[in-house]
C-alpha cells in the first residue's frame, strides 16, 4: 500500500514563506514517477501549482514561477514545496500528487491535503 503524507502547512502573514513537505510510504519496490502540488481554495476547482520528474524537471504555473519551488529528495522518496512571498490569494489546501509504479502499474496518488492560509 501507498500513503502520502504531507506536512508543514499553517498561517503566515503576507510576504512570509512556508515549506511543505510530502513522503511517500510503501514498498520498496516502488517507483515515483512524477511528483507534483495542486491546491484548492474554497468555492474553487483543484488547480496545479508545480511539478517536478524523477530526473528533476520542473514546471510551474505562471501564478507561482519566481516565488515558489518545488523539489525532490529521491532517496527519502520525498517532495517539497518552498513558497516565498505568499500572497492572500495564495490560500487554499495544497496536495501532494504522485504517479508511482508498483508491480508495473502506474497509479495517481494524492496526500491528504494541508492547509496554507495567508492572512495579516
Known amino acids: 500500500q501507498v500513503q502520502l503524507v504531507e506536512s508543514g502547512g499553517g ?4 510576504g512570509g514563506s512556508l515549506r511543505l513537505s510530502c513522503v511517500v510510504h ?3 519496490f516502488i517507483e515515483i ?3 507534483g502540488w495542486y491546491r484548492q481554495a474554497p468555492g474553487k476547482q483543484r488547480e496545479l501549482v508545480a511539478t517536478i520528474t524523477a530526473s528533476n524537471s520542473t514546471y510551474y504555473q505562471d ?3 519566481g516565488r515558489f519551488t518545488v523539489s525532490r529528495d529521491n532517496a527519502k ?10 500572497k492572500p490569494e495564495d490560500t487554499a489546501v495544497y496536495y501532494c500528487h504522485a504517479n508511482i509504479t508498483l ?3 502506474t497509479l ?3 496526500g491528504q491535503g494541508t492547509q496554507v492560509t495567508v492572512s495579516s
Open 77 to 86: 522518496n520525498a517532495a517539497y514545496l518552498q513558497m516565498n512571498s505568499l
Open 103 to 105: 508491480a508495473l502499474r
Open 108 to 110: 495517481a496518488y494524492w
Open 33 to 35: 514517477v512524477h511528483m
Open 63 to 65: 501564478y507561482v514561477k
Open 11 to 14: 498561517l503566515v502573514q503576507p
Open 26 to 28: 510503501g514498498s520498496i
